[in-house]
């Protein structure tokens, strides 16, 4: 029962941000559409951040388990590192275009991407860890530092969330595939070890 609760309070607090925006929406708000009382709410969440960091939460474990599938496939590392940039960029787009409003919110706030990123940020940096450690020891990724490269390659990628999203590189003849298969090339590039 607690679960529900708290998982209804969040379902409802992400169809009204994302149709409201997160300014727009009151604690009141989420309490009243989900047929709680108001103290109820403040059981489970402090504060609108703290509701709205559980919405961010909510909808990026679905892109931590599409990463995760990837981690665990029996191909070759450099595949599934081709196969998480394309996935993490895809499956980012999806998440910020189905929240509408939110959306807008999240483009216009420096600060709330920041803290959204945070939250995921730390278990995206540890999947790609684990497939640039697969790779150097079978051989085919040099890589001296790997929580260092994956730290890096995730920050890189997502620097280009928004253009993706956007789709904002199509003026300068990027498109979004071009895009994924640019920063593959330019991740295994320097990673890959030639022989």
Do not use: W
């Not at 059981?43 to 995760?68: G, H, M, P, W």
């Not at 787009?93 to 803290?115: M, Q």
């Not at 590189?169 to 640019?182: A, N, Q």
């Amino acid at each position: 029962m607690v679960l529900k609760t708290r998982d209804k309070f969040i379902e409802v607090a992400r169809q009204l941000f994302a149709r409201k925006g997160v300014e727009n929406t009151t604690m009141n708000d989420i309490a009243s559409a989900s047929e709680k009382g108001r103290r109820t709410i403040y059981t489970y969440f402090k504060s609108k951040r703290d509701i709205f960091n559980a919405v961010i939460e909510r909808e990026t474990d679905q892109l931590l388990a599409r990463l995760r599938i990837i981690v665990a496939k029996p191909i070759s590392p450099e595949e599934k590192l081709r196969e998480y940039v394309d996935c993490r960029f895809e499956t980012m787009r999806e998440i910020v275009s189905r929240n509408g409003s939110l959306r807008a919110g999240f483009f216009r706030d420096v600060r709330k991407v920041d803290r959204a990123r945070k939250i995921i940020s730390k278990r995206e940096i540890a999947l790609l860890e684990e497939i640039l450690r697969e790779g150097v020891e079978q051989g085919c990724f040099r890589i001296e530092h790997c929580n260092h490269m994956a730290i890096m390659i995730t920050h890189a990628i997502n620097g280009l969330d928004v253009p993706y999203i956007r789709d904002n590189l199509t003026e300068e003849g990027i498109d979004k595939e071009r895009l994924k298969i640019y920063m593959s090339h330019l991740i295994l590039n320097g990673i890959i070890r030639h022989r």
